[in-house]
């Protein structure tokens, strides 16, 4: 049996808990959650805030880079005193400010399929908060049949988020949002990245998450929501047939 949800966590979580689809029911479902996380930069920030906030288990977190200063203006986890530093082991520091409950595995190295597997044999859910096709190619490989899969992307002044099923055609869906190999320089090092889109996407992605995992809403499986921050824009994008 799970652990049960403390006195302490109620009242920490008192005003999530409220929610109608959340409850105690639902709070024990994201206490018992274990959820890999790919990338603990731009959209892992965000992400590790909300899940870490909201009393998420056990977290994955797999990255293979350090700290930079020319991370900071978005990566909103590390501190400048963690330039140099583990991107994972940074968080990990983080997530223990933030919430106790929280267990954070660090894993540095790049996401490969061979890296991924094992982390997904006993996982509820993975996210891909990567920069790049080549990593959520990975992703999608991995978690086929196994468990939803929550990419989020985000460059310049843009970016999107979409689910996709462990039953779902991932390669279908990479298919649609990405019709023709990217360019060598669509890269944030190359184009540039506005701190606050990462916060915007990777707060859609933890919603989703919570949604998917405590048992509520209607996930954005098969669409991608895309924001533009120049034009303050939302759009949605049918990636997948509707189930009949």
């Not at 965000?46 to 880079?65: F, M, N, R, S």
């Not at 999608?140 to 929550?150: D, E, Q």
């Not at 970016?159 to 869906?173: H, I, L, R, S, Y």
Request: charged residues 20%; negative net charge; hydrophobic residues 45%.
């Amino acid at each position: 049996m799970p652990d049960a949800i403390t006195p302490e966590e109620r009242r920490r979580y008192a005003r999530q808990m409220m929610l109608r689809g959340i409850g105690t029911e639902g709070q024990q479902k994201l206490k018992s959650a274990r959820v890999v996380v790919v990338g603990a930069g731009g959209l892992g920030s965000p992400v590790l805030q909300y899940l870490v906030g909201a009393g998420i288990g056990h977290i994955t977190l797999i990255d293979p880079d350090t700290v930079s200063e020319s991370n900071l203006h978005r990566q909103v986890i590390h501190a400048s005193t963690a330039i140099g530093q583990a991107k994972v082991e940074s968080a990990k520091t983080f997530a223990a400010g933030l919430n106790r409950w929280t267990e954070i595995e660090p894993i540095q190295a790049l996401a490969s399929a061979a890296t991924l597997r094992p982390c997904l044999q006993d996982a509820d859910l993975l996210l891909d908060c990567t920069d790049n096709v080549e990593s959520r190619r990975a992703c999608v490989a991995a978690s086929a049949g196994v468990c939803p899969l929550i990419i989020g992307a985000a460059i310049a002044f843009d970016g999107f988020v979409t689910v996709v099923p462990a039953d779902a055609d991932g390669k279908a869906v990479l298919d649609a949002l990405y019709p023709g190999e990217p360019e060598p320089g669509d890269t944030c090092e190359m184009l540039g990245v506005l701190g606050p889109i990462v916060g915007v996407i990777g707060a859609v992605m933890a919603t989703e998450a919570i949604k998917l995992l405590a048992g509520f809403g209607t996930s954005l499986a098969g669409r991608a929501l895309f924001f533009g921050a120049q034009n303050s824009s939302f759009m949605e994008l049918e990636l997948l047939p509707r189930a009949a």
